[in-house]
């Protein structure tokens, strides 16, 4: 099984025809990803050849859910029109909505995030490498060829490079689900969404939590961990050797005197049971030793 996307998960692609969009769009497909249409209400009505496959152009997220049955949509729209193209989506009541692009201000992702809501939409992102189920489907940036087998780990992760990384030491053992959640300070899901959904998907037999330094989120999991996730976790927190008091990489990584530090992450996390790693490959020596305990 895998979380948020299956293989009968249609995909659309907003943003499509331009060049990032074009070239995500091309590498899902031969994940075997069923993206069924692009968005871009200047180009509607025509269609894109991918290498013998002609994907249409639709003006509206709404147009393409009616005529294709979509229920996913990745968001390669830049920053400025970002906003717009998120609540257009939430707007046509579709299932899941995967922001990749970077740069979009923090206001614009309060608003839609908050307008998302209650809404039938979920969110993944923005900022983020979006979400993998190996042999399904691929929604986003992630590259497939990094681990292509169907197996037994859920992975979240703030990082996109840490995804790949560990997606690669764990290749052999392979993914129910890999999603990146993005770092920046509002994100739609949460470690704690995904440790819901692997927790109660019963091929997830083990969960890989990659952190990393500012804001409280991985505190957070922790004490969800505690009270609701019964599967084995393993963790590792991005940013052990960051100085105090500087913006690390991701927008949401700053870090104030001990609050957000990695160590204190660490102590959180261990406190309730889970197993962190120090670097990742260290992480991915932890998964394989936890999965062989339970063999």
Do not use: W
């Not at 992102?125 to 497939?144: E, K």
Request: aromatic share 4%; hydrophobic share 45%.
């Amino acid at each position: 099984m895998a979380i948020f996307l299956t293989k009968e998960s249609k995909v659309l692609v907003q943003g499509m025809t331009g060049a990032e969009g074009m070239k995500h769009t091309r590498r899902m497909l031969e994940a075997g990803t069923d993206v069924v249409g692009g968005v871009n209400p200047r180009k509607a009505g025509r269609s894109v050849d991918f290498d013998g496959r002609a994907v249409p152009v639709f003006g509206t997220v709404a147009d393409g859910m009616a005529a294709t049955g979509a229920d996913v949509t990745v968001v390669f729209v830049p920053p400025p029109f970002a906003k717009a193209a998120v609540l257009e989506a939430v707007d046509a009541g579709i299932g899941l909505a995967v922001v990749i692009t970077e740069g979009i201000p923090v206001h614009d992702a309060v608003v839609f995030q908050a307008y998302a809501g209650n809404s039938a939409t979920r969110i993944i992102g923005p900022n983020c490498p979006g979400l993998i189920s190996p042999g399904q489907s691929n929604a986003g940036i992630i590259p497939a060829d990094i681990a292509t087998k169907p197996g037994k780990i859920g992975l979240v992760s703030k990082s996109g490079t840490l995804t790949y990384q560990l997606m690669y030491e764990l290749r052999e053992i392979g993914f129910s689900s890999a999603v990146g959640i993005g770092g920046d300070p509002v994100v739609g899901t949460t470690h704690i969404d995904c440790l819901a959904a692997f927790e109660a998907d019963p091929d997830t037999e083990l969960i890989v939590l990659i952190g990393e330094i500012g804001g409280d989120a991985e505190e957070r999991a922790a004490a969800y961990i505690a009270e609701h996730v019964t599967k084995p976790v393993v963790g590792y927190i991005a940013g052990f050797t960051a100085p105090e008091g500087k913006t690390m990489g991701h927008a949401g990584a700053i870090v104030s005197g001990s609050s957000g530090t990695a160590e204190a992450k660490k102590k959180a996390l261990e406190a309730v049971g889970v197993r962190v790693g120090s670097t990742p490959s260290e992480t991915a020596r932890l998964v394989l030793d936890r999965i062989a305990v339970s063999a």
